[in-house]
């Protein structure tokens, strides 16, 4: 029986290591964080920019104000909030929406620097391991590289691997995402002079680890 053939993913790391002398691991997450502020946030704006129209119809027509109104304004100020709430747990599109981007940026550097700490990918014979971390729901990108590259890539030099990622992963093309970071890497690599070491050893897995469920 044949072997399953590698995904083109696992295929053009493989061949970046080769190519470069380094180890390179992809992972792709659904999410950094649960964000459970995010259904209060938007219900409580959806809700109050409602009371907010029933203020001003009221005070622009007044003779509207009687018990029957007043109890479908108040429902109409509840419901809606906790429609917006039900949204941002159901609509990724609708919740991202909630996000600040502070918050999206911190969760996913947190989220891919432990990651590289609990897998132990520091733990390659020359320190060249790298990661990267793409977070669908963020539309984030995280690069992690260890030691070995200090004094050789500058730390704002890593910034050209991400940039062609980010506007793919907005496209939900994650796939595709992962890889033009890896194109991007081969080149800012051998711009520096990485060359292959002449068949070490894979330290460590080229297929890219998927970690939760597909964004909607």
């Known amino acids: 029986m044949n072997a399953q053939a590698p995904s ?13 002398g380094v180890e390179v691991v992809t ?10 502020e995010l259904p209060w946030r938007a219900g409580a704006l959806v809700a109050s920019v409602v009371a907010l129209v029933v203020a001003i119809g009221d005070v622009i027509r007044p003779d509207w104000a009687t018990s029957t109104t007043l109890l479908l304004a108040l429902a109409a100020v509840m419901l ?3 429609g917006a709430a039900l949204l941002v747990v159901f609509v990724r599109p609708f919740a991202r929406l909630f996000l600040s981007r502070l918050r999206a940026e911190a969760e996913t ?14 733990r390659t014979r020359r320190r060249n391991g790298i990661l990267i971390l793409v977070a669908r729901f963020e539309h984030r990108v995280e690069l992690v590289a260890d030691i070995g590259f200090d004094g050789r890539v500058a730390a704002d030099e890593w910034g050209s691997v991400i940039a062609p990622m980010v506007p793919l992963m907005r496209e939900h093309r994650t796939d595709d995402a992962i890889v033009a970071g890896l194109d991007a890497l081969d080149q800012l690599l051998a711009s520096k002079g990485y060359a292959g070491g002449g068949g070490g050893a894979n330290e460590l897995p080229d297929a890219t680890v998927e970690i939760g469920e597909e964004p909607s």
Do not use: C
């Open 8 to 20: 083109p993913i696992a295929a053009r790391v493989a061949a970046l290591e080769r190519a470069r």
């Open 27 to 36: 992972v792709s997450i659904a999410k950094a964080d649960l964000y459970p």
């Open 80 to 82: 809606s909030g906790a």
């Open 109 to 122: 550097r947190q989220y891919a620097h432990a990651y590289f700490l609990d897998r132990q990918l520091f």
